[in-house]
């Protein structure tokens, strides 16, 4: 069974997105970047299916902010499993120290976060997380043969490693009025936006579970194989 880095990494596959996105250029360009990543030494592969299917028969039985030290021990990392024999599921994380308000502006213009955000909310984001660390997501699956963008998040740890905020970015650009109330995410008509809504914030419940239980003492990465 090839891993969905390895498809990720084959020029024959095609890219979607779960939602279909506006800009198809920058669809290209979020999976360039992922390549680009996965291309890289640097970049630190885990299996993570043994935390994905724990959070998955409980999900959200802690809220974010309980979760301890959710911090990514490599800058760039690649976690990938192979869910319920189904589907492949990927996220590429890069963990930033943020200098400066340049710098995290930087960031948030890449991303699908400024996709979703008015400049007065990146404005009070840029004055809240100017100096901490900024750990973005980006989220790939593979179902059948077609490699989907399901969404991105961002979350902001302070300096003692603790998850302060999260964002998410979304592959379809919301209405302007779209708020994601319980209420709102019921109604037919938001269906699709629901259920991606959903996936993304699994990834990062997954995500934070995962980098908790790495930054265990009694945890080290070894090479698979």
Known sequence: MASLRSMILDPRRRIESTCGIDDQIKLQKYFNATQKALQSRDTILVNNLSVLLDVASHPF????HEIPLPKPPYPVMWLEC???????????????????????????????IEYHLGEPRVAALLEECRRSTLIEVFIWRCLHTEIELVGDFFYWLNAEGEWQEGLYGHPTKLPDEFEPTKENLQRAENEEIAGNLRRICLAEYDVLHTFSRLNCHNVKLVPSG
């Open 82 to 112: 192979f869910f319920q024999n189904s589907v492949h599921i990927g996220c590429l994380v890069t963990r930033t120290e943020v200098t400066g308000e340049a710098h995290l502006r930087k960031h948030i213009g890449q991303s699908l």
């Open 61 to 64: 039985s802690k809220k974010f």
